[in-house]
């Protein structure tokens, strides 16, 4: 479905509600294709906690050496 924008504008909540649906609609400016609405994909996976354990070692919390520290020191 192609859509100017000036008419995209007055009707945005309806055309939001279509793509949600599943409907792709191009918005045109002058009749030229200008941007697509499309739903979202779904998302592919849910976060795991604890997915990382036993990444960092104790040395991730040892002080960091004098070099790095003075790297972000304000100059």
Do not use: C
């Not at 859509?3 to 995209?8: E, G, K, Q, S």
């Amino acid at each position: 479905m192609i859509v100017n924008v000036h008419d995209a504008k007055t009707q945005f909540s309806k055309l939001l509600d279509q793509a949600h649906a599943g409907k792709e609609i191009i918005l045109a400016k002058a009749g030229k294709p200008y941007a697509r609405m499309m739903p979202l994909a779904p998302a592919t996976s849910k976060r795991q906690p604890g997915r990382l354990k036993g990444i960092n070692d104790k040395a991730f919390f040892d002080p960091l050496p004098s070099a790095d520290l003075k790297a972000w020191e304000p100059r």
